[in-house]
Structures are given as structure tokens and as C-alpha cells.
């Protein structure tokens, strides 16, 4: 069955056009199977741990608020995990040399994404957009350690920036949950494939990033919010 999730849909196309593009090369430097094992296991095992240890500090009458920042923290880890995992996925498969003072160990994902925008010559909402998808503002955020907590259970980034501060709630971090969930298929289900002969695609970059800014309103704020 078709996956018609937008955000599986234009995170595979996003692929498409970057081997379409010659920009894929096989990285063996980070390349670990057992890391991504690892992590396709503790996805797995993430929602049911998650809901027990809620009940069990529900057991222990935790304060309401305590339980809340638990929770927060620990959906905040679980969306960060996938980010650090789509930042190791592209350097796997780019190729550094074409890319414009290339990428190492310490290239953050944010970094990654301006390269591979550049290079392709995306038009600045292509570029808003891809850094939505892959939230890359969340992603700096963490990365740089400017975000906190606050008591009534809500995730803030850049606190001390006017400009950048942006508030989330836990149904927000559910919803990113979701997102990171599906790009994280998409990039699986891309890899079983690069080596298929080409397929016509009916999707095109621009038809997928329109489909994406005009999704329900839910989905609109949350592009809104972190691009």
C-alpha cells in the first residue's frame, strides 16, 4: 500500500532529486549498521516504555508537574534522536566533494541541509520548507543548548531571543514525533531502492513542498513555527 504521508512523500522525493542530481555517494567513513539497528530498536520500544513509566509515576503520586517535564523531556530526546540520526543518514550517502566546503564529524544537520539547498539552487520557500521537515531550528536548538523547560509543560527554544524564541507544546512535540517517524521510513524505504533502474514519479519537489504548506491547519502551524 502507497504511503501518502506528506511527509514520507517529500522526503523521498527530496532523495530522488538528490541522486538525480549526482550528489549521492556511498560514505563508508560514517557508515555503522549496528547504530542504525540500535535505533530502529529503541524506536520500536520507545511508545510502550514511554506510557508505562508515566503509569508507574502516576503509581508513585509524582507531582503532575514533575510527570509533565518527564514527559516533555523525554518526547524532546526522542524527536532529537531521529535528528541525529537524519544528520548521519546524509553523510552517509553525500557526496562531500560537490558540495561547497564539503562536511565532517562536526557538520550539524542545519549546516547540511544550506549545502545540499545551495547547491541544488532551491528558491528561498524550498529552502524554508526542507528546513521545517526536518526541523532544523529544533535541531540547532538542542544542539547549542539553548532551550529550557517550563513548568506548565511546555518546550521553548531560543528563551533569550525575541526573534527565534518559540514555544511548543507536548501535542507539538507528539506531532513532530510523527513527523521524524515518517522521514525516518522514508529514508529506509529510499535506501532499499538506489539501486532500482529510475521510476517516473508523478511528485515533483515543488508539487510536494506546496502539498506541505497547504496541509490542515495543525501541520501549517507546525511548519509556521519551526521554519
Known amino acids: 500500500m502507497e504511503n501518502t504521508n506528506p511527509n514520507y512523500r517529500a522526503t523521498l ?21 549496528k547504530f542504525f539497528l ?5 524506536q520500536k520500544g520507545f511508545s510502550s516504555s514511554f506510557s508505562e513509566v508515566i503509569r508507574k509515576l502516576d503509581d508513585f503520586d509524582t507531582k503532575r508537574e514533575d510527570v509533565i517535564i518527564f514527559a516533555v523531556y523525554s518526547m524532546m530526546s526522542f ?29 550539524t544537520l542545519s549546516q547540511i541541509l544550506k549545502k545540499v539547498c545551495n547547491k541544488m539552487q ?4 524550498l529552502k524554508n520548507a526542507i528546513r521545517g521537515l526536518f526541523l532544523a531550528d529544533f535541531a540547532d536548538a538542542l544542539a547549542y543548548n539553548q532551550y529550557l523547560i517550563s513548568k506548565d509543560g511546555h518546550l521553548i527554544i531560543y528563551p533569550k531571543d525575541e526573534e527565534k524564541k518559540k514555544q511548543i507544546s507536548i501535542d507539538e512535540l507528539y506531532d513532530d514525533s510523527l513527523q521524524v517517524r515518517a522521514i525516518f521510513n522514508a529514508m529506509l524505504d529510499w535506501s532499499d531502492t538506489t539501486d532500482d533502474p529510475p521510476k517516473n514519479k508523478t511528485d515533483t519537489l515543488d508539487d510536494v513542498v506546496k502539498n506541505l504548506i497547504n496541509q490542515v491547519n495543525s501541520l501549517d502551524r507546525k511548519l509556521d513555527r519551526i521554519s
Open 38 to 42: 540500535n535505533f530502529i530498536g529503541f
Open 122 to 125: 532551491y528558491n528561498p520557500k
Open 79 to 107: 524527536v532529537n534522536s531521529h535528528l541525529a540520526v537524519f544528520e548521519k543518514f546524509l553523510k552517509i550517502i553525500l557526496d562531500s566533494t560537490k558540495l561547497k566546503g564539503g562536511f565532517d564529524e562536526d557538520t
Open 13 to 33: 522525493v527530496i532523495l530522488n532529486d538528490i541522486e538525480k542530481n549526482g550528489l549521492y555517494h556511498f560514505n563508508p567513513k560514517y557508515h555503522d549498521e
